[in-house]
DNA sequence: GTAATAATCTCTTATTATGAGATTTCATCA
DNA sequence: TGATGAAATCTCATAATAAGAGATTATTAC
């Protein structure tokens, strides 16, 4: 995975910018990356004409204005979004809730569109904000759809996340949890990502049965009961099902 | 303006995309780009690992995920976000409205942020669409604050669209109409982004006295008169200078 | 199964990206 | 305003590697 040639170096700049580190001054990305200085600086002059990366006031550089411009046009030309919002909004127009898809990528479940209707229920993952693959019943139905081989690492990897919410304490049980989501077709959670909020989960699934994207309601606990659960999730699959076909 | 090296090269594929244009076949990119067949496979290949590219189910290519991500990051650096948002939501409370921070850059306006408290005016900037700069208060506040080498040219370009606001016939009734608009240090324009609404608009300026984003405000024209615009003028040119100062 | 198309590989050559160090630009403070 | 320090850019010889023609291998579609 490290760049082995300029071109993915170049974008190995891209590749630092986090959540926990938005800003980086040229010295650290020398450092951080390993590059010369003239070389750090002639990407950096590349990067910024392009518009990826602006220098803030104090040197450093931050990501710059083509993103918010790409991510429009993104929006734009994702199915996901084109196909999935009218269905969001029709989520949220029967149940006070918030209604979100995620896209399944490289190990990241990131969110590509949400709707609300609930006043005070406020999403915690807004649009390009990855979530974490141990909690919530975003992540278990994508999880249970993957193939084994795919599978187990993850578990492995999660394996303190996924006992903390009672799916089982070996990887094996975890995995059996996950066929239970399997042959359920979708997935609850009761207050694993936000206190209070139940999720409800389906995954969006590709030709092959691959998943590529997980349709999710959230919706406050004492909005709903068991039966009150069943009824959404069946809404929730009928939505992944039909964004699927797409 | 074109690329002399393969780092440009690369970056330069993701230059293509447009509003006009979302979608690209390897076939037209090769075309339209100028590259070899093994040369713009290899590209993409790197993009799409980056994922800032993906490849739609037709083969053709897309922005990528990653794109998502970056916007998300760069929602949470960006000074005009950060210190202009509480500014918008307070707009937003005091009048019918919507209110937004716009980007000066590179010969473009882009949408930043934008909130709104209007129910049935919905803006039709959201963040990340560019805006033209012959119409509307927005791109006015902004001209009106460029030094005369930078202005004269980009009235030329858009000397159609200036005229047909009222600005003047010729280029140099066009700039006396700037004149005014800095020394007001606001533009307001009637309808001319979108029939039946007012804009309001201030520029924050970079400790140089350089515009570098616009506040705006939209408003139904059947919700204020001349002197409610300017209360509005106020607080716009309240929160640009706020802002100016960070 | 086969045909048609799409994507990747191979390998040589010319191109060009690289980094040490010098130089220039920019900002800051006396 | 001029001096001081830091940040960014430039120069240039050399090693590194990107490019492309054409062949080969995947992937679809039928």
């Known amino acids: 995975m490290k760049p082995s040639n300029s071109l993915e170096r170049v974008l190995g700049v891209l590749e630092v910018f986090s959540e926990d580190r938005l800003e980086w001054a040229p010295e650290d990305l020398m450092a951080h990356l390993g590059y010369s200085r003239p070389t750090l600086y002639r990407y950096l002059k ?12 104090n040197a450093s550089v931050t990501l710059g204005p083509r993103v918010v411009e790409m991510d429009y046009l993104a929006r734009q030309s994702d199915a996901l979004v084109l196909s999935g919002q009218p269905h969001l909004k029709a989520l949220t127009r029967r149940y006070s809730c918030n209604a979100m898809i995620l896209r399944w990528y490289g190990n990241k479940i990131l969110c590509v569109v949400s709707e609300t209707s609930a006043k005070n229920l406020v999403s915690s993952y807004p649009r390009g904000r990855p979530m974490p693959l141990g909690r919530g019943a975003i992540a278990r139905s994508i999880m249970a759809f993957l ?44 207050g694993e990502v936000t206190a209070g909020a139940v999720g409800i989960a389906a995954p969006v699934l590709d030709d092959r049965g691959a998943p590529i994207a997980s349709v999710c309601v959230t919706i406050a606990g004492t909005l709903v009961d068991g039966a009150g659960i069943d009824r959404i999730a069946i809404d929730v699959k009928a939505v992944a099902s039909d964004i699927s076909a797409a």
């Open 46 to 57: 590349i990067l910024k004409d392009a518009g990826l990366l602006m220098s803030s006031r």
């Open 147 to 190: 193939p084994r081989a795919r599978l187990v690492p993850l578990i492995e990897q999660n394996l303190d996340d996924l006992r903390s919410v009672g799916l089982g304490m070996t990887a094996e049980e975890v995995r059996q949890s996950m066929k239970r989501v399997r042959r359920a077709g979708h997935a609850v959670a009761f």
